[in-house]
Structure formats: C-alpha cells, structure tokens
C-alpha cells in the first residue's frame, strides 16, 4: 500500500507539472479519470486491510479477511504503479524516476507471504465452508 | 505514531531509496534507526519490552516506512510479523525473554526459513530434516528466499522429523541462532526489495542444543 500510494503521489505530482496541448496533464480526461480509479483502489486497499488489521487486534477469526487484503492490496499495488509509470510517459521508464522502481517492488507482494493463489486457495476454502455451515 | 514513521520514511529513507536499490545494499544505520524508533518492535507486546498497541498501528507504520523505502518495509514486516510473532506465539518463556527485547529495539533481526527450492506454495514439500542427536536437534537441508538472512541474529525454520508420518502431520518449527551455516550469494537487484539471501542450495547440517531450540507440530 505504501508503495502504491509513493506511486500515486508521484504521478500525481508530475502530472500537475508536465504540460501537453497547452495545459497540465492532470487537466486531460484521461489522465484525471487514471489518477481518480489509482485514488478508488488504493481507498479499497487501505480499508480491507484495516478491516483485517482490527479483526484481528479484537481476536475475532480473520485468515479470509486478512487473505482478501493481501491478494487485493498487492494487485492493486501492481495495478497503480503500472498506471504512474504510464502517467510519466517516457520518463516513467527512467532509473532517474523512482516510479519504475515502486513497479518493481510492488510486483513481488503478489508473490511472498503466499501467492495470488494460494491466498485465493483460502479465500474459497473459508466460503465453501460458511455456505455449508449455513445450510 | 504514524506521524513519527512517516517523518522518519519521507526524510531518512525516500531520499536515499533509489541509491540503495541501485547498490543492493540496506546500510545498517537504517536498521538501527528503525529500531530506536520503537519500529522493529510493533508486533512486540511491552511485556517483553516491545511497543505493540495494536494491528491497525502496525499496518499504518508498514505503510509508512513503504511509501519511503519498500525494502525497509519488507525488513520490519517479515522481522515482525514472522520473526517475532511465532517466538510470542509458540515460544518458551525462556525463550520469549531471551530473544524478544532484543527483537523489539532492533538489535536482533528475524527471519523466517520455510521455503525450499523444491517447496515453495507446495509447503508440505519440505525435505529440510531434523534429528534428535542425545540433546540436541540436528538439522540438515537447504532453505531458499530468507528474507533478512544476511543480517539475520535468530531465524526460525522449518523441518521434518517424522517423514513416515506425511503430509497430516505438519513440520514443526526451530528457532535457532544465527549465524546461518551457509555461503550467501547476492540476487540481482532484479529483486528490488531486501535482499534476498538463498541459503545454500547444497545441504548443510547443522546442531543445536534444545535449550535454543523448540519443536511444535503446526496445525494443519
């Protein structure tokens, strides 16, 4: 999430500098509409991992929550910096930038502390088992 | 305490990322920084002279120091969250006192040796052995992808001691002291997080004595 939000700021710095067609970048459609959805996800980030986060200070059963945030928190991280790095255009890709590097930290956070998969693996595995508790 | 970490990340951290990731190497200022900072010791309860309050503070001080440094970041949540909490969870007093009050101010880092370089999502995989040898616990295989590893004072790690018993029993865990018998090789900043040091890919074995040690079987 820190790494996404390092991204979100950055584009959205640069895009408030960096003018194309007369005005600052961030005044394009395109570029608002991409900094808005960056602003929406990383906002459904924070709040599912907070949710987990005071699940499990109150001790209340929380392994689906806290598999929820990580796979959503950590996509949508990847998601983020790929859209800053866009919003930086050719300097995006620049080692001068720091943007290519939050894309290259936020990709591994799909990865450790149990993949993707696996956190989908328990994501189902707890929804199955509630369906049949339920009926 | 949000504040104190994002001040700490935006003026210590951010400004020397890049450089850091370029070289590959987190200065151990850093880590001494974080720890007198009281970061390295939220998942530590002030009863073992940590400075826990509660989850959603850890979480916020993880995103912090992320937003300035991921690596920095990935050191204090892997020290943290699987460094410490498994010596709070299933540790000896002994043990809790011996190794959690260094843990909190940072002058111990954690790590965390499960994965294998054929047992990665398959965790079950292991082949890491251990041995009852008289009064010690012999351990003998090779671990891969040990976060903090290079800088690493305890580790807990992963084994097998009864193979015949299969995949419903699961490996217990050691925590043992560092330092790692293994040669480490640096991973291209490929990795841009911490640097991950593999320990070796050939098997090493090594003793340790029960009183550093504890096997708990994990729940399945």
Same mark, same amino acid.
């Given at each position: 999430m820190g790494i996404a939000r390092a991204a979100l700021e950055a584009a959205s710095r640069y895009a408030s500098e960096r003018v194309q067609f007369g005005q600052a970048i961030a005044q394009h459609q395109a570029i608002g509409h991409t900094l808005a959805d960056m602003q929406t996800r990383l906002s459904a980030s924070r709040l599912l991992v907070h949710h987990a986060a005071r699940l499990r200070s109150a001790g209340v059963p929380c392994i689906s929550e806290a598999s929820q945030a990580k796979l959503f928190a950590s996509e949508a991280a990847e998601w983020i910096c790929s859209k800053a790095i866009q919003i930086h255009g050719g300097y995006g890709y620049l080692q001068d930038y720091a943007v290519e590097r939050h894309y290259r930290d936020a990709r591994i956070t799909q990865i450790y502390e149990g993949t993707s998969e696996i956190q989908k693996l328990v994501i189902a595995r707890q929804l199955l088992t509630d369906t049949q508790d339920r009926s | 305490m949000q504040e104190a970490a994002r001040s700490f990340a935006q003026k210590a951290l951010a400004p020397h990322a890049g450089e850091w990731d370029k070289t590959g190497h987190l200065p151990d200022t850093v880590v001494r920084q974080m720890g007198d900072l009281g970061l390295l010791g939220l998942q530590v309860p002030s009863q073992w002279g940590g400075f826990k309050t509660d989850d959603l503070a850890y979480a916020l001080c993880v995103e912090e120091v992320a937003a300035g440094c991921a690596s920095s970041a990935v050191l204090m949540s892997v020290h943290s969250s699987v460094g410490c909490v498994p010596i709070l969870k299933f540790g000896t007093s002994d043990q809790k006192q011996h190794w959690l009050p260094r843990m909190a101010t940072g002058e111990v880092i954690g790590a965390f040796c499960l994965t294998e370089p054929q047992a990665g999502s398959q965790a079950d995989a292991l082949k890491t052995r251990a041995v &009852? #040898? /008289? #009064?010690?616990?012999?351990?003998? /295989? $090779?671990?891969? %992808?040990?976060t903090n590893g290079a800088r690493a004072g305890v580790a807990i790690v992963f084994a097998v001691t009864d193979p015949a018993a299969g995949k419903r029993a699961s490996p217990p865990s050691w925590c043992r002291p560092t330092p790692l018998a293994s040669r480490s090789a640096d991973l291209s900043t490929r990795w841009a997080s911490a640097r *991950?040091?593999?320990?070796? +890919? *050939? +098997? +090493? =074995?090594? $003793? %340790?004595?029960? &009183? =550093?040690?504890?096997?708990r079987r994990a729940k399945v």
């Open positions: - | &009852r #040898d /008289g #009064d010690a616990w012999v351990l003998n /295989g $090779a671990k891969q %992808f040990v *991950r040091t593999p320990v070796p +890919s *050939r +098997s +090493s =074995t090594v $003793a %340790f004595p029960p &009183r =550093t040690c504890w096997a």
